[in-house]
């Protein structure tokens, strides 16, 4: 089994709209998690990292942290066509990702 | 230099023939990671540098893969013997602490990776 584990996808929602992009993972000693986007022949760039229980906002993006049941999610409230992209998921240490989960924004 | 720097771009091999990918990390970056990443794939860890010491390489897929960065600087990942299931691409990341900092400071700067097609 895969460490860290990302909802298979593809996702496609309307430009405006909230994209909900979640994320499990297994080692419960992980203690830092990152969100990186890829886009197509490109290299990861991060969006987000969050290590504490709760919410964490930037700009459009709202990463959401529950250590209790593993689990991560990245929101991205006005979703623009330019989002469209891979979202990768990441717990280190080493940094291990997930699968990524292709994003679509349609306009 | 202002990023992570690889080279080759792009790579084709023969099957048998051995390749070396090149990654020059962000100027005083302690850390340094190899990552392979097959097609529609997230990327799969290989090695880890703390300066010049590999102090992990337990993703490393067989011993036909090598890692070394004998100066601390710049890296190299060999790999001898290419098969067809080797095609990916290879991303080489940096930051500037040792990768147990949990600081939201040390994270990882990708270069643009190298893509290795074996034939």
Not at chain 1, 76 to 93: G, H, K, N, V
Not at chain 2, 65 to 87: H, N
Request: hydrophobic share 35%; proline share 5%; with cysteine.
């Amino acid at each position: 089994q895969k460490e860290v584990e990302q909802n298979s996808g593809p996702l496609s929602v309307p430009e405006g709209a909230i994209a909900s992009l979640n994320c499990t993972y297994s080692d419960r000693g992980s203690q830092s998690f990152f969100w990186y986007r890829q886009y197509s022949g490109k290299s990861p760039e991060l969006i987000m990292f969050i290590y504490s229980n709760g919410d964490k906002e930037d700009g459009r993006f709202t990463a959401q942290l529950n250590k209790a049941s593993q689990y991560v999610s990245l929101l991205i409230r006005d979703s623009q066509p330019s989002d469209s992209a891979t979202y990768l998921c990441a717990a280190r240490d080493p940094l291990t990702f997930g699968q990524g989960t292709i994003l679509t924004v349609h306009p | 230099g202002a990023g992570v720097s690889q080279s080759p771009r792009y790579k084709v091999a023969k099957r048998g023939q051995d390749v070396a990918l090149r990654c020059d990390p962000i100027s005083g970056h302690v850390s340094l990671f190899w990552y392979q990443q097959a097609l529609g794939q997230g990327p799969e860890f290989l090695t880890y540098f703390q300066n010049e010491a590999q102090l992990d390489k337990s993703g490393l897929p067989s011993d036909r893969f090598f890692a070394e960065r004998p100066e601390g600087s710049v890296s190299t990942l060999k790999i001898q013997r290419t098969q067809q299931e080797d095609s990916a691409v290879y991303l080489c990341a940096s930051s500037f602490w040792d990768r147990g900092i949990v600081s939201g400071a040390n994270v990882l700067t990708f270069g643009a990776g190298s893509r290795l097609t074996v034939l």
